[in-house]
C-alpha cells in the first residue's frame, strides 16, 4: 500500500512538471549552454592556436559542468519551492490529503519526485557534453569518469536545497520563498566553510553575534556547502578534505529535523488553497 | 467513553474548533449509521464544511475524537473506505480526465487490473466518455463537477462525503446526481451531503442535522419531522438565535 501510493506520487510529481512543459524550457536551456561553450573554446583555439592540434575537451566540459551545476542549484530551489506549492494552488492538497495517505509519505514523495528531476536533468546534460564534445572521429569518445560520483555527491546538497524551498514555500509567497531558499542556502554554504570539520561542537565556540547565526545554520542544517567542495574534489581527482562518514551522519540528522518541520507545518495550516 | 456499535459507521464526539477564538464546530457530537443518508444543514458559516474537513482529518481538532469504522480518523487508514467531493473540485490544469482519474483509483482501487475497467465504469455512469482526452482546463463548471463525481464513485467507497454537491449545477445533472445517489445508498453506501438546498436534501436523506454557529441543533429522522422542512430549518435556527438573547 504505501510502497505503491509513494511511487505514484513520485511519478506524479515528474508528470507534473511534463506537463508544465517545464523540462522542455530546461532541455533549450541546456542546448544553449552546449553551444555556447563549444563556440567559445573554438573561436579561441582558431584564434590563439592556429593550426595546433590538441583536445580542447577538457576545458569545454569543466566550464559545461561548472554552468551546469551553479544553475541545478537554482533548479533545485526552484521546483522546491513549486512541488508543493503548486499543489496548494492548484486546489489539489485538499483531496491528495483526504486519499488515505500520510502526511509525511505525500511530502517524501514529491521531494524524491522533485529530485529525480533535477537528477535526471543533470545525468542528461552531462550525456549530452559527452556526446557533443568528446567526439574524435571514427566512433571514437573522450569520457571523464570522475564526473560521475562527482555527481552523485552533489545530489546530496541539492535534495537539501529541494526540502528548504519546500518548507519556505510553504511560509512566502513563490518569489519570496525562491529568494530566501537562494539567500539561506548560500549562508548556510558560508557557514560550512567558517566551521569546516567542526560538527554539533561549533556551538561551544561562539564570540560574536554573527558567528553564532553561522554556527547555528552549521549546525542544525544539511552541510549543503561541504558537500559541493566533496564534490568538485572528486570532479578534480583530489583526495577527500572531510571525513564523508560523519557528514552522512551529520545530513541524515539534520535533513530529518528538516523534514520534521515541514511535516509540522503542513499540519497547522488551516486552508489548503492559496491566499494570493 | 460510549462503546460504538457494529453498525456505526462514523462516531464524532465532542468536536471542538476555534479560528483564532471563533467558535466553528462547538463541543459537536454526532453518530452515523452505517448505509445512511444522511443531511448536514445549516445556514453560510454554520460549521458544515469544518466538520467534515474534521473527518477527513484535513483539519486539526482542538478537543473531541472521532472513530471511522472504528477507526481513529486521523490514521491513514481511516480513509480507506472514504470519498470525498470538496465544494469545488479541481485538478492539474493540464492533465486529461482519463489522467485525473487514473490518479485517484491508484488509491482506491487495490487490485491493478481492476483499475482501467472501473474508470470506464465511472466515466460511462458519468457519461464523460466523450471527455476522457480533454484536459482540465477545458472543461465547464458542470463537466468538471461530472469528473469530480466519477472519481468519488471509484472503487465503491463504503462513505461518500459531498460539500455542497448541488451548488451552480444545471437541473439534467442535479438529477442525474440524486439517481446516482440513491441508487449506491441503496448498494448499502452510507452517504454524507452538506446543503442548504433544503428541497434538494429532503427528497433524498433518510436524516438530517441541523447546525449553527458550530452547534448541533437537531438529529431527526426524515419522517419524525412532521412539518415543512423549510419552516423546520428556519424555526430551530430561530429558537437557537433566541436562547442567545
Ligand atoms: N481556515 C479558517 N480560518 C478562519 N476561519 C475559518 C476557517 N475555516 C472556516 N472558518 C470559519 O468557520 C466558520 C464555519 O465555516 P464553514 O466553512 O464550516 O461553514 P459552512 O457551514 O460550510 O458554510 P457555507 O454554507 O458557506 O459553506 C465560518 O465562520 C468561517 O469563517
Ligand atoms: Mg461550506
Redesign the interface.
Known amino acids: 500500500?504505501r510502497g505503491?501510493?509513494f511511487f505514484?506520487l513520485v511519478q506524479?510529481t515528474v508528470?507534473?512538471e511534463y506537463?508544465?512543459k517545464t523540462l522542455i524550457f530546461l532541455f533549450l536551456f541546456t542546448l544553449f549552454i552546449l553551444w555556447m561553450d563549444q563556440t567559445f573554446f573554438d573561436f579561441i583555439k582558431d584564434k590563439l592556436f592556429q593550426g595546433q592540434t590538441f583536445s580542447l575537451f577538457n576545458f569545454k566540459l569543466d566550464l559545461f559542468y561548472y554552468i551546469i551545476s551553479s544553475w541545478n542549484f537554482l533548479m533545485g530551489a526552484l521546483l522546491g519551492v513549486s512541488c508543493l506549492r503548486s499543489d496548494v494552488q492548484?486546489?489539489?492538497l485538499?483531496?491528495i490529503?483526504?486519499?488515505?495517505?500520510?502526511r509525511i509519505?505525500y511530502i517524501t514523495s514529491r521531494l524524491v519526485g522533485t529530485w529525480l528531476i533535477v537528477m535526471g536533468y543533470y545525468i542528461l546534460s552531462l550525456l549530452l557534453a559527452f556526446l557533443v564534445f568528446g567526439y574524435k572521429g571514427k566512433g571514437g569518445f573522450d569520457f571523464a569518469w570522475p564526473l560521475f560520483s562527482s555527481l552523485i555527491m552533489s545530489s546530496i546538497p541539492i535534495l537539501a536545497v529541494i526540502t528548504l524551498g519546500a518548507l519556505f514555500s510553504l511560509f512566502f509567497s513563490r518569489v519570496w520563498a525562491l529568494l530566501i531558499t537562494l539567500l539561506f542556502s548560500s549562508f548556510v554554504s558560508f557557514s560550512n566553510e567558517i566551521f569546516a570539520g567542526k560538527y554539533f561542537e561549533g556551538l561551544t565556540q561562539i564570540k560574536s553575534l554573527g558567528q553564532g547565526i553561522y554556527a547555528f545554520l552549521h549546525t542544525f542544517f544539511p552541510h549543503i556547502g561541504t558537500f559541493n567542495t566533496l564534490s568538485k574534489e572528486l570532479f578534480g581527482n583530489h583526495e577527500l578534505t572531510k571525513n564523508l562518514s560523519l557528514e552522512l551522519v551529520h545530513f541524515g540528522l539534520t535533513f530529518s529535523l528538516l523534514l520534521f518541520i515541514l511535516l509540522k507545518r503542513l499540519?497547522?495550516m488551516?486552508n489548503?488553497v492559496d491566499e494570493g | 467513553m460510549e462503546k460504538s456499535t457494529d453498525s456505526t459507521i462514523i462516531k464524532a464526539t465532542n468536536l471542538t474548533k476555534t479560528f483564532g477564538g471563533f467558535k466553528a464546530l462547538s463541543n459537536f457530537s454526532l453518530s452515523l449509521e452505517k448505509g445512511s443518508f444522511f443531511g448536514l444543514l445549516g445556514p453560510n458559516g454554520a460549521g458544515k464544511t469544518t466538520f467534515v474537513r474534521c473527518l477527513l482529518d484535513l483539519t486539526v481538532l482542538d478537543k473531541g475524537h472521532i472513530l471511522i469504522n472504528g477507526i481513529p480518523h486521523h490514521k491513514p487508514e481511516a480513509r480507506n473506505h472514504i470519498s470525498y467531493l470538496p465544494e469545488k473540485f479541481s485538478f492539474y490544469p493540464n492533465a486529461t480526465v482519463r489522467e485525473t482519474l487514473q490518479f485517484f483509483s491508484v488509491f482506491k482501487i487495490l487490485n491493478k487490473k481492476e483499475r482501467t475497467p472501473e474508470i470506464e465504469k465511472a466515466m460511462e455512469e458519468l457519461s464523460i466518455n466523450d471527455l476522457a482526452r480533454k484536459k482540465i482546463k477545458q472543461l465547464s463548471k458542470g463537466q468538471l463537477q461530472r469528473v469530480g463525481l466519477s472519481q468519488l464513485i471509484l472503487g465503491k467507497p463504503k462513505v461518500l462525503i459531498l460539500d455542497e454537491p448541488f451548488g451552480g449545477l444545471d437541473p439534467l445533472l442535479i438529477k442525474d446526481l440524486k439517481d446516482l445517489l440513491k441508487k449506491l445508498n441503496n448498494e448499502g453506501t452510507t452517504i454524507i451531503i452538506n446543503s442548504h438546498i433544503l428541497s434538494e436534501v429532503e427528497r433524498l436523506c433518510d436524516s438530517l442535522a441541523i447546525i449553527d454557529k458550530g452547534k448541533l441543533l437537531a438529529l431527526k429522522k426524515i419522517q419524525e419531522i412532521d412539518q415543512d422542512l423549510e419552516d423546520f430549518f428556519i424555526q430551530t435556527i430561530n429558537s437557537n438565535k433566541e436562547a442567545h438573547l
Open positions: 500500500m505503491r501510493t505514484l506524479n508528470q507534473k506537463r508544465n492548484e486546489g489539489v485538499e483531496e490529503l483526504s486519499l488515505p495517505l500520510s509519505n499540519r497547522s488551516e489548503y
